[in-house]
Protein backbone atom coordinates (compact mmCIF):
# COMPACT_ATOMS: atom_id res chain seq x y z
CA UNK A 1 0.00 0.00 0.00
CA UNK A 2 1.32 3.54 -1.01
CA UNK A 3 -0.18 6.53 -0.48
CA UNK A 4 -0.54 9.15 -2.46
CA UNK A 5 2.13 12.03 -2.76
CA UNK A 6 0.02 14.87 -1.01
CA UNK A 7 0.90 17.27 2.06
CA UNK A 8 -1.04 16.10 4.68
CA UNK A 9 0.70 18.28 7.54
CA UNK A 10 1.47 22.02 7.26
CA UNK A 11 4.79 23.97 7.08
CA UNK A 12 3.97 24.80 10.88
CA UNK A 13 3.03 22.04 11.92
CA UNK A 14 -1.17 22.15 11.32
CA UNK A 15 -2.74 19.02 11.56
CA UNK A 16 0.27 17.24 13.25
CA UNK A 17 -0.44 15.94 16.75
CA UNK A 18 2.84 15.43 18.79
CA UNK A 19 2.32 13.01 21.54
CA UNK A 20 4.10 13.13 24.51
CA UNK A 21 4.10 10.76 27.34
CA UNK A 22 5.25 11.59 30.63
CA UNK A 23 6.27 10.41 33.92
CA UNK A 24 8.52 12.82 36.81
CA UNK A 25 9.55 14.81 33.41
CA UNK A 26 8.94 18.25 35.69
CA UNK A 27 12.31 20.00 34.67
CA UNK A 28 12.02 18.48 30.90
CA UNK A 29 8.56 19.17 29.79
CA UNK A 30 8.47 22.69 30.01
CA UNK A 31 11.66 22.99 27.94
CA UNK A 32 10.71 20.57 25.56
CA UNK A 33 7.37 22.18 24.47
CA UNK A 34 9.31 25.33 24.29
CA UNK A 35 11.40 24.30 21.71
CA UNK A 36 9.02 22.53 20.13
CA UNK A 37 6.81 25.34 19.44
CA UNK A 38 9.66 27.56 18.27
CA UNK A 39 10.31 24.98 15.64
CA UNK A 40 6.85 24.50 15.00
CA UNK A 41 4.26 26.96 16.05
CA UNK A 42 0.79 25.31 15.26
CA UNK A 43 1.63 21.66 15.78
CA UNK A 44 -0.50 20.63 18.52
CA UNK A 45 0.78 18.19 21.76
CA UNK A 46 -1.08 15.79 23.69
CA UNK A 47 0.69 15.42 27.02
CA UNK A 48 -0.12 12.11 28.27
CA UNK A 49 1.04 11.98 32.34
CA UNK A 50 1.07 8.46 33.80
CA UNK A 51 -0.02 10.46 37.50
CA UNK A 52 3.96 11.53 37.90
CA UNK A 53 4.61 11.86 41.76
CA UNK A 54 6.80 14.93 41.06
CA UNK A 55 3.90 17.43 39.67
CA UNK A 56 4.75 16.68 36.03
CA UNK A 57 0.67 16.61 35.98
CA UNK A 58 -0.27 19.91 37.35
CA UNK A 59 2.55 21.52 35.59
CA UNK A 60 1.54 20.09 32.01
CA UNK A 61 -2.14 21.76 33.39
CA UNK A 62 -1.00 24.95 33.70
CA UNK A 63 1.26 25.28 30.74
CA UNK A 64 -2.12 24.03 28.97
CA UNK A 65 -3.97 26.99 30.76
CA UNK A 66 -1.08 29.67 29.85
CA UNK A 67 -0.85 28.72 25.88
CA UNK A 68 -3.23 31.63 24.52
CA UNK A 69 -3.17 29.34 21.44
CA UNK A 70 -4.88 26.33 22.38
CA UNK A 71 -2.33 23.80 20.86
CA UNK A 72 -1.02 21.93 24.66
CA UNK A 73 -3.75 19.13 25.83
CA UNK A 74 -3.37 16.98 29.36
CA UNK A 75 -4.30 13.42 29.71
CA UNK A 76 -4.38 12.11 32.66
CA UNK A 77 -3.66 8.12 33.46
CA UNK A 78 -4.13 6.80 37.06
CA UNK A 79 -0.87 4.80 36.78
CA UNK A 80 2.35 4.23 35.42
CA UNK A 81 1.46 2.04 32.78
CA UNK A 82 4.36 2.09 30.12
CA UNK A 83 5.56 3.83 27.06
CA UNK A 84 3.23 1.26 25.06
CA UNK A 85 0.07 2.50 27.05
CA UNK A 86 0.73 6.33 26.82
CA UNK A 87 0.99 5.63 22.93
CA UNK A 88 -1.94 3.89 22.62
CA UNK A 89 -4.12 6.62 24.71
CA UNK A 90 -2.62 9.05 22.70
CA UNK A 91 -3.62 7.79 19.48
CA UNK A 92 -7.15 7.25 20.98
CA UNK A 93 -7.53 10.80 21.89
CA UNK A 94 -6.03 11.75 18.42
CA UNK A 95 -8.17 9.90 16.49
CA UNK A 96 -11.49 11.08 18.00
CA UNK A 97 -10.33 14.48 16.68
CA UNK A 98 -9.32 15.59 13.08
CA UNK A 99 -5.36 15.28 12.87
CA UNK A 100 -3.85 13.87 10.11
CA UNK A 101 0.45 12.74 11.48
CA UNK A 102 0.85 11.94 15.21
CA UNK A 103 4.16 12.27 16.18
CA UNK A 104 6.00 10.22 19.25
CA UNK A 105 8.02 12.31 20.76
CA UNK A 106 10.26 11.65 24.37
CA UNK A 107 9.62 14.53 27.01
CA UNK A 108 13.80 14.44 28.18
CA UNK A 109 14.81 16.15 24.87
CA UNK A 110 16.61 13.40 23.02
CA UNK A 111 14.56 13.81 20.30
CA UNK A 112 15.18 17.69 18.65
CA UNK A 113 12.02 19.26 17.84
CA UNK A 114 13.91 21.39 15.54
CA UNK A 115 14.71 17.92 13.06
CA UNK A 116 10.66 17.00 13.20
CA UNK A 117 10.53 18.91 9.79
CA UNK A 118 12.54 16.13 8.41
CA UNK A 119 9.98 13.29 9.31
CA UNK A 120 7.18 15.89 8.59
CA UNK A 121 8.86 16.62 4.53
CA UNK A 122 9.23 12.68 4.09
CA UNK A 123 5.55 12.51 5.28
CA UNK A 124 4.27 15.25 2.79
CA UNK A 125 6.28 13.38 -0.01
CA UNK A 126 4.45 10.06 0.77
CA UNK A 127 5.69 7.93 3.35
CA UNK A 128 2.99 5.93 5.61
CA UNK A 129 5.74 6.06 8.43
CA UNK A 130 8.92 7.55 9.15
CA UNK A 131 11.28 7.07 11.73
CA UNK A 132 13.87 9.06 12.92
CA UNK A 133 17.38 7.19 12.64
CA UNK A 134 20.53 7.29 14.60
CA UNK A 135 21.97 4.64 12.50
CA UNK A 136 21.80 5.59 8.77
CA UNK A 137 24.25 8.64 7.31
CA UNK A 138 23.99 11.94 8.99
CA UNK A 139 22.28 10.42 11.87
CA UNK A 140 23.91 10.38 15.42
CA UNK A 141 24.31 9.91 19.06
CA UNK A 142 25.37 12.15 21.83
CA UNK A 143 26.56 11.78 24.89
CA UNK A 144 25.25 7.96 25.32
CA UNK A 145 27.66 5.39 27.39
CA UNK A 146 28.69 3.13 25.37
CA UNK A 147 26.92 0.41 27.12
CA UNK A 148 23.54 2.00 25.98
CA UNK A 149 25.25 1.76 22.24
CA UNK A 150 25.95 -1.56 22.21
CA UNK A 151 22.32 -2.82 23.47
CA UNK A 152 20.66 -0.49 20.86
CA UNK A 153 22.67 -1.17 17.76
CA UNK A 154 22.49 -5.14 19.12
CA UNK A 155 19.14 -4.66 19.60
CA UNK A 156 18.46 -3.24 16.13
CA UNK A 157 20.53 -5.60 14.29
CA UNK A 158 18.76 -8.42 15.85
CA UNK A 159 15.22 -7.44 15.17
CA UNK A 160 16.43 -6.57 11.28
CA UNK A 161 17.74 -10.39 10.90
CA UNK A 162 14.68 -11.89 12.95
CA UNK A 163 11.84 -10.07 10.82
CA UNK A 164 14.08 -9.77 7.59
CA UNK A 165 13.67 -5.95 7.17
CA UNK A 166 15.86 -3.63 6.23
CA UNK A 167 15.07 -0.95 8.73
CA UNK A 168 18.65 0.31 10.64
CA UNK A 169 16.75 1.94 13.62
CA UNK A 170 13.11 -0.14 14.28
CA UNK A 171 13.71 0.66 17.75
CA UNK A 172 13.87 4.43 18.03
CA UNK A 173 11.02 6.22 19.26
CA UNK A 174 11.27 9.38 17.31
CA UNK A 175 8.20 8.59 14.45
CA UNK A 176 5.46 10.23 12.31
CA UNK A 177 2.34 8.05 11.03
CA UNK A 178 0.30 8.83 9.12
CA UNK A 179 -3.30 8.65 10.02
CA UNK A 180 -4.65 6.30 7.60
CA UNK A 181 -1.56 3.73 9.08
CA UNK A 182 -3.25 3.90 12.67
CA UNK A 183 -6.80 3.55 11.60
CA UNK A 184 -5.96 0.78 9.75
CA UNK A 185 -3.51 -1.63 12.16
CA UNK A 186 -5.07 -3.27 15.21
CA UNK A 187 -3.91 -0.83 17.84
CA UNK A 188 -6.39 -2.59 20.09
CA UNK A 189 -4.32 -5.95 20.24
CA UNK A 190 -1.05 -4.15 21.09
CA UNK A 191 0.44 -5.26 24.25
CA UNK A 192 4.06 -4.54 24.14
CA UNK A 193 5.59 -1.81 26.34
CA UNK A 194 8.64 0.29 26.40
CA UNK A 195 11.10 -0.69 23.64
CA UNK A 196 9.41 -3.18 21.68
CA UNK A 197 6.21 -0.95 21.70
CA UNK A 198 8.43 0.58 18.76
CA UNK A 199 9.51 -2.88 16.80
CA UNK A 200 5.89 -3.98 17.22
CA UNK A 201 4.72 -0.74 15.58
CA UNK A 202 6.83 -0.93 12.74
CA UNK A 203 6.19 -4.60 12.20
CA UNK A 204 2.34 -4.07 11.87
CA UNK A 205 2.76 -0.96 9.53
CA UNK A 206 4.95 -3.18 7.34
CA UNK A 207 3.34 -6.41 7.26
CA UNK A 208 -0.25 -4.04 6.31
CA UNK A 209 1.50 -2.75 2.90
CA UNK A 210 2.18 0.67 3.97
CA UNK A 211 5.27 2.63 2.90
CA UNK A 212 8.00 3.01 5.48
CA UNK A 213 11.04 5.55 5.77
CA UNK A 214 13.59 6.67 8.14
CA UNK A 215 15.50 9.99 8.08
CA UNK A 216 18.68 11.08 9.87
CA UNK A 217 18.22 12.67 13.22
CA UNK A 218 20.52 13.67 16.19
CA UNK A 219 19.44 11.69 19.47
CA UNK A 220 21.18 13.61 22.57
CA UNK A 221 21.15 11.76 25.93
CA UNK A 222 18.96 13.77 28.65
CA UNK A 223 20.17 16.05 30.94
CA UNK A 224 17.61 15.95 33.34
CA UNK A 225 16.01 13.15 35.26
CA UNK A 226 16.43 9.26 34.71
CA UNK A 227 16.00 6.54 32.20
CA UNK A 228 12.79 4.53 32.22
CA UNK A 229 14.45 1.66 30.36
CA UNK A 230 14.46 -1.67 32.45
CA UNK A 231 16.20 -5.22 32.08
CA UNK A 232 12.59 -6.63 31.09
CA UNK A 233 11.96 -4.49 28.65
CA UNK A 234 14.73 -5.73 26.60
CA UNK A 235 13.53 -9.24 27.41
CA UNK A 236 10.03 -8.81 26.46
CA UNK A 237 11.76 -7.40 22.50
CA UNK A 238 14.11 -10.35 22.55
CA UNK A 239 11.46 -12.78 23.09
CA UNK A 240 8.68 -11.28 20.75
CA UNK A 241 10.61 -10.07 18.08
CA UNK A 242 12.16 -13.87 17.92
CA UNK A 243 8.71 -15.20 17.67
CA UNK A 244 6.94 -12.76 15.10
CA UNK A 245 9.92 -13.29 12.87
CA UNK A 246 9.28 -16.81 13.05
CA UNK A 247 5.73 -17.08 12.52
CA UNK A 248 6.30 -14.21 9.52
CA UNK A 249 9.21 -17.23 7.54
CA UNK A 250 6.50 -20.13 8.32
CA UNK A 251 3.43 -18.27 6.93
CA UNK A 252 5.14 -16.85 4.34
CA UNK A 253 6.03 -21.30 3.42
CA UNK A 254 2.18 -21.66 3.79
CA UNK A 255 0.96 -18.98 1.74
CA UNK A 256 -0.53 -17.07 4.06
CA UNK A 257 -0.60 -13.32 5.82
CA UNK A 258 1.61 -13.28 9.28
CA UNK A 259 -0.49 -12.20 12.28
CA UNK A 260 1.18 -10.73 15.36
CA UNK A 261 0.43 -12.25 18.57
Known amino acids: MTTEATSVVGPSGEGALVIIPTYNELENLPLII???????????????????????????????????????????????????????????????????????????????????????????????????????????????????????????????LALGVKFHDITGGYRAYRRAVLEKIDLGSVESHGYCFQIDLAWRTMLAGFTVAEVPITFTEREYGESKMSGGIFQEAFVKVGRWGMAHRVARLQGRAAKIR
Open 34 to 160: GRLHAAMPAAHVLVVDDNSPDGTGPLADQLAVDDSDKRIFVLHRTEKNGLGGAYLAGFEWGLAREYTVFIEMDADGSHAPEQLHRLLDRINSGADMVAGSRYIPGGSVVNWPWHRQFISRGGNIYSR
